[in-house]
Each structure stands twice: as structure tokens, then as C-alpha cells.
């Protein structure tokens, strides 16, 4: 009776698992490969015959066309590619505004959730279970069609001190400009940044051995405001205001902020923090109760327990979720397209594309965008939680 041969550990056949793990890797590599080489050398070929140029050289060309909204200067004869920087920093600026909006929100309104009125936790609920059930593309159509596009012309715009005037073509704000004293300034500011962070870290190390509580803000208060003082009597003034002014029909000088630019933070900052506030409330109750009554039965006040026992713990929890709303809400910007705002969709994908007829490249770019936006957000909320996970020892 012949007997079978063992298996010799780290030969080459195909009966060793590790062999035909690494055999199916390299098959499906070469697979995906020779299909990305086949589908790029069709997509040249056939915008070769039909006479299509191809390649990123459309950017050095000039655009011809204006722009409501731009944070960097910007003239109709610039090129296509300061008009990928212009759309750019507009997605950046409102996806910024609505994440720094939706958490703040979305932060209250889950607090408020669990609060013992029963008012205030019914209205939270009344508004999270309103606003999550409602498409973000009928809440933006909501805030710009229906309330900013009815408020009064500039003619009657709603003043705040003859500095700030709102009407339908947008927020007028003043507009800071540099003066002579900037740079002392910002010297001021940072060494009253430091100062906190020090004396922060001094009433921290001083708590953890006395147990006493020294308070940080009412110095660091002072500091903020009156080392900048100081600055502005040794240097100068660092800021000089534009305030707009009511010329013709419309308003001139000062910051303008479009009513776009309004509806689509309003809508998306209003949607995605309904969403929040559930993380941030499941995140909360998943910290047991045993550390509720631990901290109560240390004496400390509710408000201390939340801010240094519970809120810690929640935050393991709330981080991975937090993270998919805030690329949710860089994803939903693209929305702006639908009311006419100037972002990457609108300008890039949109104009560029119909006026260059160049839509492989447009649209590649855009995505390789969105895409490098979303992975940066990742990136950065996942190093902040590593740095808050528990680890064993």
C-alpha cells in the first residue's frame, strides 16, 4: 500500500496554500492591468480617428468667461487652469464652512437629545427626524429659492449698523486689508497662543497632583486681547476695514457673499448635522453607566463629568462615523451645481468641459480631486484617532 508524500513546507506547488495565494494575486493584477492598458489604448485610438485632441494643454488656454466668486483674483482673459484653482478653493471654502457648521450643530443638538427637558430633547428630536428625511438637493432649492431669493433688493437691504447689509444678491461684509501693524500682530497673537498652551499644560499637571482646579480661560482671555492691544499702540493698526457702500443698483467695496454660497452651507450644514447629532448621542450612551456614577460619587458636577470623563470615551466611538459624514458633506458640495455656484462641478466639469469638448481630461481631474480631498480628510481623522484609542499593556 503506497503511502502519500507529506506536503515539504515552502516548496513551489500548487498544493501549498501560500503558492496559490500569491499565483491568483499575480493573475488578478495582470488582469486588471492588461484591461486598464486595452480600455486606455481604445479610448486614444478613437479620439484619434475622429480627430479629438487629447492631453492637459487646454489649461494654458484662456477662458474667456467670468466668475461671481473667486478668492483669488481672477479676470475673464485668465487660462483654464486659474479657473481649476478658482473652482478648487470655492469647494474647499464651503466644504470647510459646512463641516465646521454641521459639528458645532450637530454637537448641541445630540447633547440636547439626551437632556432631562423634556422640551428641549422633543425639539432636537423634531429636528433631526425632519431634517435627515429630507433630500439635501430640495433643502438647497428650499434655502436659495424660497427664502434668500425673496429677500429684499439692495435698494431695501436689511442693514446692521450701515456695515453689514443683506439683500438677494448676498451678505455685503467689510473687508479686512493689511496695515503697517500686521506683523506685530501676529507675534502678539502667537506668543498669547504659547503662553496659553503653556500655562494650559502648567494648571493640567498641577490638577493631576493636587486634585486642585485652576482655570486657564480668564488668563488666556486676557492675553488675546490685550496683547493685540498693545501691538496696535506699539506698531499700528494691523487690519484696515473696506465697508461697502450702496452705489447704483447694487453694492461696491467690502466682501461679498453670494446667496449660493449661503443656500448651500445653510442646506448641507443644516442636513449633515442631523446626522451628527445621532453619532454624537449614540457615542455618548455607548459609554457605560458605571463611569456616570463613578464620577458622581467623586463629587464632580455634571457639566465636568461630561467634558472630562464622558465625552473622552464617547469620542472612539464618534470619530469613525463622524469621519463618513464630513466626507459626505465634501461629496454633497458638488450639489452647488443645481443653483449655479462656482465650485469644481460647476466650473471644471460643467463650463470648461462644453467650451473645450475636452471631458475625459475635465472630468478626470475633478474626481482625482474629490478624490484627494477625501483621502486627506481620512488621513487626518484617522491619525487623531490613533492618538485617542485605547491601548493595552
Not at 495565494?21 to 492598458?37: E, K, N
Request: net charge positive; aromatic share 10%; charged share 10%.
Amino acid at each position: 500500500m503506497s503511502q502519500r508524500r507529506p506536503t515539504v513546507k515552502g516548496s513551489f506547488s500548487l498544493s501549498n496554500p501560500a503558492v496559490r495565494a500569491w499565483l491568483f494575486q499575480i493573475i488578478a493584477i495582470v488582469a486588471v492591468v492588461s484591461v486598464a492598458i486595452y480600455l486606455i489604448h481604445n479610448t486614444v485610438t478613437n479620439l484619434s480617428n475622429r480627430g479629438i485632441t487629447s492631453g492637459f494643454a487646454f489649461l494654458d488656454r484662456g477662458a474667456g468667461f467670468g466668475i461671481v466668486q473667486h478668492l483669488i483674483d481672477y479676470e475673464q482673459g485668465d487660462t483654464y487652469g486659474r479657473v481649476f484653482l478658482v473652482g478648487l478653493l470655492n469647494t474647499l471654502l464651503v466644504s470647510a464652512l459646512c463641516i465646521v457648521f454641521a459639528s458645532f450643530l450637530g454637537f448641541f443638538l445630540g447633547l440636547a437629545r439626551l437632556s432631562e427637558n423634556w422640551l428641549l430633547r422633543k425639539l432636537s428630536t423634531i429636528y433631526i427626524e425632519t431634517f435627515r428625511n429630507i433630500p439635501p438637493l430640495l433643502q438647497i432649492f428650499f434655502w436659495y429659492f424660497a427664502v434668500l431669493r425673496n429677500l429684499p433688493g439692495p435698494r431695501q437691504a436689511v442693514s446692521a449698523f450701515d456695515l453689514a447689509f443683506l439683500s438677494n444678491r448676498g451678505l455685503y461684509i467689510p473687508a479686512p486689508a493689511f496695515g503697517e501693524g500686521i506683523g506685530g500682530f501676529i507675534v502678539a497673537v502667537l506668543i498669547a497662543v504659547a503662553i496659553t498652551v503653556g500655562l494650559y499644560r502648567f494648571n493640567k499637571t498641577h490638577q493631576m497632583k493636587t486634585g486642585q482646579l485652576r482655570r486657564t480661560w480668564p488668563t488666556a482671555l486676557g492675553l488675546i486681547i490685550l496683547l493685540p492691544l498693545l501691538s496696535h499702540w506699539l506698531f499700528g493698526a494691523a487690519l484696515h476695514w473696506d465697508v461697502p457702500e450702496l452705489r447704483g443698483f447694487n453694492f461696491r467695496g467690502g466682501m461679498a457673499l453670494i446667496p449660493e454660497l449661503a443656500a448651500l452651507t445653510l442646506a448641507l450644514s443644516v442636513y449633515t448635522s442631523a446626522f451628527i447629532a445621532e453619532i454624537i448621542r449614540s457615542g455618548i450612551q455607548s459609554v457605560p453607566f458605571g463611569q456616570h456614577e463613578a464620577a458622581r460619587s467623586l463629587g464632580l458636577p455634571n457639566p465636568v463629568t461630561l467634558r472630562q470623563v464622558i465625552i473622552p470615551q464617547a469620542m472612539r466611538v464618534i470619530i469613525p462615523p463622524l469621519t463618513s459624514q464630513y466626507l459626505n458633506i465634501v461629496k454633497n458640495s458638488s450639489l452647488a451645481a443645481a443653483i449655479g455656484y462656482p465650485d469644481m462641478v460647476s466650473l471644471f466639469a460643467g463650463t470648461v468641459l462644453n467650451q473645450t469638448g475636452q471631458a475625459i481630461e475635465t472630468i478626470a481631474i475633478t474626481m482625482s480631486v474629490y478624490l484627494i480631498i477625501s483621502l486627506t480628510i481620512s488621513l487626518l481623522m484617522n491619525i487623531y484617532n490613533r492618538r485617542i484609542a485605547l491601548v493595552e499593556r
